[in-house]
């Protein structure tokens, strides 16, 4: 049964990246303690949670000493396994249901799962040893990619792509470390999110659909919004945006990823629970973020209209970004979106985050960039 919790009432942010930062800023905004657990002190939650803990690892120990703190807890995903929810189910309130912390902890079951809902996803084959992935690649085929299903272990975002038989021994390595999911490698013309969040009233957010672009050195991942697709591939990634959401039961945010071919055919590529930095591109850009969404959806507050306030945004790293022109942009502008952070005890010129550029249209924000000279040289 979900909880509802008032102001004054702990969340409990787990993780250190800007995400938590922002949620926690969030929920700070609207009357709630914050309290932090992180394994490194150098981090941009620190200075918006009323208290933080500094664990040496996720263990037992120390999550359910930080459970036994906070009243309702959230966690970034691949920090955690199924057994470390379990844990912190027992002792405070978990805004998941078994099957949406099955699916964030464990890619094998978030693809059997899509695929048992009838979503269109790439053929995928769960890999114990060598002689599977032979096997699979019969009809799965090259290229392929092998991914590790446990997101919480070490180097389990460091995928491998096979294109023939003499990345064997690269997979094997792979393998040893644990169970693997082999997966089709699909052409595909563009990938693009969709980021929701529903509360337990059932209000749903259908955020507008962006593109991740990949800019390499000339700036980094990108989001851009409005995603450039057709009609009917628009419709299909809401629709199943919004089947999800309401068949997990979803209680915050959920951002599911997809692959879209030159032909318009949709692949669900991945459904991601919980906070995601591709939906950055909401500050400034949207009447309600991502993150006070989520953190409305958390703890049980109504969720507002979702409005535009501008037709197009495009979302930039700042690390890719020369700093002294966008503390200039900063200075000077009420248009754009700006999480910029500075964790306690780093130099003052060192930032981290990202910047909204909002416009009329993309080649608007393009043009913006380009004039400001944003990007480094």
Known sequence: MPHKHYPGSTVGIIGSSVTSALLAQSAGKLGYRVASLVLNANNPVRQFA?????????????????????????????????????VLAKLTDVPLSEDLMAISTDRLIEKAYLDSKRCLVTPFSMITQLEDIKEAVEYIGFPCLLKATQRHLPQSDEHIILYNEEDYAAAQAKIEQGTCILEAWIPTEKRVSLTVVRNERGEVLLYPIFEVLQRGDSGGEQVRYPANVGLEVEREVRRVGQYLAEELHLIGALTVDYLVTSSGVVYVNGASIGLASEALF???????????????????????????LSKAAIALPVEELNKENVLTQMMLRTDWGFALFNPIGNQPDFLMGKVIVTGDSLSNCERQIELTELLAK
Request: charged residues 15%; glycine residues 6%; proline residues 5%.
């Open 282 to 308: 909401t500050i400034g850009s949207m009447s309600v973020s991502h993150f006070e969404a989520m953190a409305r959806a958390l703890v049980g507050l109504p969720l507002p209209e979702l409005v535009p």
């Open 50 to 86: 009323s208290w933080q803990t500094v664990a040496d690892a996720y263990d037992e120990s120390a999550l359910r000493y930080f459970a036994g703190r906070v009243d309702v807890v959230i966690a970034e995903t691949g920090l955690l396994s199924n057994q470390d929810y379990q």
